[in-house]
């Protein structure tokens, strides 16, 4: 008796293994395809209160994310529309038309999480920006968790799906 529950448990620790190898395996391939320099095609918001769906500030971002080798992860990404400022005014206005951070991310199954060290948005430095990910063809789709709408406060709780495409 004593044998087989010997037997049982050295089974179930090569299965833990041979799962986490898995795993690991899954993320470095997803790591690989990940990394290098995608280009913004569509940002769209929905909003939790209502279910509503729409571009973010318009249908035109102009945008790139950025994954390095060594686990760095940059974003910036503008509106449509935007002009030169000519009044004080005008500037924090271009504030609500940009989304820009940077920190180092992982991959954790189908998220990656960024810690921002750097962010147009003062409120992020320092926090975990979690994103959802998954590849379709030669894009990499990006669904954000919900949070505070940050262009659009007045709408409440929101969460971004982006489309992004292999920068060439």
Avoid: C, H
Avoid at 55 to 67: A, C, D, E, R, S
Avoid at 75 to 83: H, L, P, W
Avoid at 111 to 135: C, H, L, M, Y
């Amino acid at each position: 008796m004593r044998r087989v529950a010997v037997i049982a448990m050295a089974v179930m620790a090569s299965v833990v293994l041979v799962a986490n190898a898995l795993a690991e395996s899954a993320n470095a391939d997803d790591r690989a395809k990940v990394l290098g320099t995608w280009k913004l095609v569509s940002y769209e918001a929905e909003y939790q209160a209502t279910g509503e769906r729409e571009p973010v500030l318009g249908k035109n971002w102009t945008g790139y994310i950025i994954f390095t080798p060594d686990g760095r992860m940059m974003v910036a990404m503008t509106s449509e529309g935007r002009q030169a400022p000519k009044i004080d005014q005008d500037r924090a206005d271009l504030l609500k038309s940009m989304v820009a951070y940077s920190g180092m991310y992982r991959l954790e199954g189908d998220k990656f999480i960024t810690k921002v060290d750097v962010s147009w948005n003062p409120a992020w430095v320092g926090t975990e920006q979690v994103r959802f990910f998954r590849f379709e063809g030669d894009r990499l789709q990006v669904t954000t968790a919900w949070l505070q709408a940050v262009n659009r406060t007045e709408r409440g709780m929101a969460r971004g799906f982006l489309a992004w495409e292999r920068a060439k």
